[in-house]
């Protein structure tokens, strides 16, 4: 069922009261709008609308703020149309590398919060912010593709998981490296490594909640 509202007559009428309090004239030129067409016509914008960030052809410099005139930063709509194939990156480099998912994913919320083209200002780059040095070591080509990104965190992962053997302190070596969790014997006594650990630690708690609620398995 169809409801045709006339925004002028709405608008005519809130004026009406308004004037009746108000010494001065107030003018207004609206023009007869059907609510449900100009309601149609935006769902109608919003369904067609296309997203095209095609990572895998093109190549993005290494260089800070090299890309952002092109790519700025990400809304909610354009990150919730790149979801699918985030989660489909983080299944397939979970499989390989044997990292739960929800660890892949807590990592990535804490690093970019879903930003492909995130760029630090120490020149970590994408989804789990490699460092040009961390990425060109684990052959990742484009640090901005989602897939080679998340391929290659997870990896880097792994590998600190393997050499410590406890998921904070692979956490802290993934933020911190390696060389400073052993010179410390610990999480390094850094208040930004010490918040990363902890909060993907929170998120990764909160997603697996989060599967495990009712509404997730409907």
Same mark, same amino acid.
């Given at each position: 069922m169809k409801f045709n509202i006339n925004v002028k007559d709405i608008l005519t009428q809130k004026i009406s009261d308004i004037q009746s309090r108000v010494p001065l004239p107030i003018k207004i030129n609206t023009?007869?709008?059907? %609510?449900?067409?100009?309601?149609?016509?935006?769902?109608? $914008?919003?369904?067609? $609308?296309? *997203?095209?960030?095609?990572?895998?052809?093109?190549k993005y410099p290494l260089v800070s703020g090299s890309y952002e005139a092109e790519y700025p930063r990400l809304s909610s709509e354009e990150i919730a149309a790149l979801m699918p194939r985030i989660n489909e990156a983080i299944a397939n480099a979970s499989k390989k590398y044997?990292?739960?998912?929800?660890?892949?994913?807590?990592?990535?919320?804490?690093?970019?919060?879903?930003?492909? %083209?995130?760029?630090s200002t120490s020149g970590a780059m994408g989804?789990?912010?490699?460092?040009?040095?961390?990425?060109?070591? *684990?052959?990742?080509?484009?640090?901005?593709?989602?897939?080679?990104?998340?391929?290659?965190?997870? *990896?880097?992962?792994?590998?600190?998981?393997?050499?410590?053997?406890?998921?904070?302190?692979? *956490?802290?070596a993934y933020n911190a490296g390696p060389n400073k969790v052993r010179r410390y014997n610990g999480i390094p006594p850094v208040l930004q490594t010490q918040n990363f650990v902890r909060n993907v630690m929170r998120y990764y708690q909160l997603y697996n909640e989060a599967q495990k609620s009712p509404a997730s398995s409907k």
């Open positions: 023009p007869s709008v059907s %609510f449900y067409n100009t309601l149609e016509q935006a769902i109608e $914008k919003t369904t067609n $609308k296309t *997203l095209d960030l095609d990572t895998s052809i093109k044997g990292i739960d998912e929800n660890m892949i994913r807590a990592i990535l919320k804490q690093e970019s919060s879903f930003q492909p %083209f995130a760029l989804l789990m912010q490699l460092m040009p040095e961390t990425a060109k070591w *684990l052959s990742v080509s484009d640090p901005y593709n989602i897939e080679q990104n998340i391929m290659g965190g997870t *990896l880097y992962f792994k590998e600190q998981l393997d050499a410590f053997g406890d998921v904070e302190l692979a *956490l802290a």
